[in-house]
């Protein structure tokens, strides 16, 4: 998510959070497209399948994929119900990514990552 943010040396915190939010949206279009494209594949399998005579899998895309997210949330992987505060995935992301908060400008004067 964030290589091309890594090579940056200065980018304000708000560039950067406009950057973040995109990328969430940019990830919640593609899994409404990856969730009709295999509603329309199940429909056609399905079709397929009647006239054939064979079965289908009856578990759709969603439930497949929300048992997934369960297993990975409780493997301790991140889950947004711990409550986090937003500055604690703020830094996180931060940290991940290699970019710091120069502390040493005064509040509110500056908002650059170094």
Same mark, same amino acid.
Request: aromatic content about 6%.
């Given at each position: 998510m964030? #290589? $091309?943010?890594?090579? #940056?040396?200065?980018i304000?915190?708000k $560039?950067?959070?406009?950057? #973040? #939010?995109?990328? *969430?949206?940019a %990830?919640?279009? +593609?899994?409404i497209? /990856?969730?009709?494209?295999?509603?329309?594949?199940?429909?056609?399998? &399905?079709? &397929?399948? @009647?006239?054939?005579?064979? &079965?289908? *899998? +009856?578990k759709?895309? %969603?439930? *497949?994929?929300a048992?997934i997210?369960?297993l990975?949330?409780?493997?301790? @992987?991140?889950?947004? @119900?711990?409550?986090k &505060?937003a +500055?604690?995935?703020i830094? $996180?992301?931060?940290? @991940?990514?290699?970019?710091?908060?120069d %502390?040493n400008? +005064?509040r509110?004067k500056s /908002?650059e990552?170094?």
């Amino acid at each position: 998510m964030l #290589v $091309s943010l890594h090579e #940056v040396k200065f980018i304000s915190l708000k $560039s950067f959070l406009r950057y #973040v #939010v995109c990328k *969430i949206k940019a %990830r919640a279009k +593609e899994k409404i497209h /990856n969730s009709y494209l295999a509603d329309c594949l199940q429909a056609i399998a &399905t079709n &397929t399948a @009647k006239m054939g005579g064979g &079965t289908v *899998i +009856e578990k759709s895309y %969603r439930d *497949i994929i929300a048992k997934i997210d369960d297993l990975d949330t409780s493997k301790g @992987k991140s889950n947004p @119900k711990q409550g986090k &505060t937003a +500055e604690e995935i703020i830094f $996180s992301v931060m940290a @991940k990514s290699g970019l710091k908060l120069d %502390r040493n400008l +005064e509040r509110g004067k500056s /908002n650059e990552l170094i």
